[in-house]
């Protein structure tokens, strides 16, 4: 973590930081890729450098850009990688990433670019950068528009649903999480549920399934169905339940044993849709590195996963370090304090082969001027002296 990086170890990263930025600015392809390759590592355990952080974002995030939109393969999904962990990690200059990136990003992918980093990156600048419910809520039409846009090129869902569908799905239910039902607008998400239920009907793909039963489940949870209802008809709690049980039974039943991960988290959908039937809320206990974290709502949960897969093994050491991560959740790891022991117990460290006596051990340990009785009364005096000054306390 960043706090636990010596003065000489943040040296040398500013050094390596430093010399990838200029990388960057190389005209071969695997010189970029390189650099890209090493602030992800950087960022993914949390040990970017301030100081370069503070003069370099812009320069940074200038570099990035211009990988996405000019580069290809690797490197625009590393560019994009790049630029969402620093999102994650920019905390007070997030909006400032924010505003200059996605006019760009959003640019890049309505000009069908089909790489779903990319899509990540644009919804961790809009969660993270947002100023407000409305910029937040802006940037959830974007991908709404990118959602339909997608769907209309191929005329169906379940023929361009491998990756990119899914991913924007994702990101406008992880941005829809972080948002108070009561407060989305009445006119953006009129027939969102009806669109969904089309999706389920058609398609029998695991990926896009499970990213569109948890997108009508959370949409449960907000208690505002009206507003992602059509505009004649109002679809109700039981019809949502209905339809994803229906959905998942019918999908179990098939051949899709091959993916456990998809089962199990399907499984745990329709475990949520139970208690949401009773008026209950799903809770999740999580151990981060003998911390607990506790999740007491599916939005919660929601945004946990999504950020876990996005930062891979980083997520834990994000979450010990970075407040920004800390506060999505409210969680505050406890702080070990070591004090130092003002008892002490004598001790000797001492070789003793096989050959050693009962009498060299007795001369060791037993006499009154053996190392280990001097050492004894050495600190009794120690000991004692501290408790005349009132400097051990019960």
Known sequence: ME???????????????????????????????????????????????????????????????????????????????????????????AHELYVESLPVLFKVLNHGSSCSKIIECTTLLAFFGAKNCEETENSMQQIWELIHKISVSTGNANKHSSSILPAAISAWTFLLASMDGRRLSYKYWRGVISYFFGILEEMDEEALGLAVCETLTLILETDSLEKFSDRCSNINKDEIIEKLKNFILKFREQDHDQ?????????????????????????ASINIRGHLLTLSTYSQIIQFNY??????????????????LQNVFDFTPKIHVHHEKLWEEPTVTYFVPEARTKKTRQRLFMSPNSAYNKARTQLLNKNRDLTKRGSISE
């Open 3 to 93: 706090g636990h990086i010596t003065d000489s170890r943040k040296k040398i990263l500013l050094g390596y930081f430093e010399a990838n930025l200029e990388k960057l600015f190389d005209k071969r392809v695997s010189e970029r890729v390189r650099a890209l390759t090493f602030n992800i590592q950087a960022f993914t355990t949390n040990q970017q450098h301030p100081k370069f952080m503070e003069d370099n974002l812009i320069t940074l995030l200038d570099r990035c850009l211009i990988s996405v939109t000019k580069g290809s393969g690797d490197e625009v999904s590393l560019a994009a990688n790049t630029i969402g962990l620093m999102a994650v990690t920019a905390a007070d200059r």
């Open 307 to 324: 950020l876990k897969r996005f930062l891979g093994s980083g997520f834990e050491v994000h979450m010990m370090g970075n407040k920004l």
């Open 259 to 283: 993916n456990q991960d998809y089962n199990e988290e399907l499984d745990f959908i329709y475990d949520v849709i139970n208690l949401f039937e009773d008026d209950d809320c799903p809770q």
